[in-house]
């Protein structure tokens, strides 16, 4: 069973930057995608970010390119994600998300195990 523990969200201006960070246990594979997806108020959740663990690719939606990163520590099983020049659009609520993938997928329902999502609230 693989638990995803994230931390890191809050309140911050546009322009302000967040760092999210997402702990997981119970990996038992070494070939697997984490990745980050966003739910705002009356909306479906949607891909923001994802990385392939075992080289490091990655994957972006275009509307945070250039402005999020989203790396991995490879010791510490933890995936981050490095939020930059933050505009109000991106408030939303955050999850981490594992998927048994090695190939990238925007697909919420091809992640097998999710966080349990951290606010990001950014006020204009």
């Known amino acids: 069973q693989v638990q995803l523990v994230e931390s890191g969200g809050g309140a911050v201006q546009a322009g302000g930057s967040l760092r999210l960070s997402c702990a997981a246990s119970?990996?038992?594979?070494?070939?697997?995608?984490m990745g980050w997806f966003r739910q705002a108020p009356g909306a479906e959740r949607e891909f923001v970010a994802s990385?392939?663990?075992?080289?490091?690719?990655?994957s972006y939606d275009d509307s945070v390119k250039g402005r999020f990163t989203i790396s991995r520590d490879y010791a510490k099983n933890t995936v981050f994600l490095q939020m930059t020049s933050l505009k109000p659009e991106d408030t939303a609520v955050y999850y981490c998300?594992?998927?048994?993938?090695?190939?990238?997928?925007?697909?919420?329902?091809?992640?097998?195990?999710w966080g349990q999502g951290t606010q990001v609230t950014v006020s204009s």
């Open positions: 119970g990996l038992t594979v070494s070939s697997y995608s």
């Open positions: 990385i392939m663990w075992s080289d490091r690719d990655t």
């Open positions: 998300a594992f998927g048994f993938l090695n190939a990238f997928t925007d697909k919420p329902g091809s992640y097998s195990y």
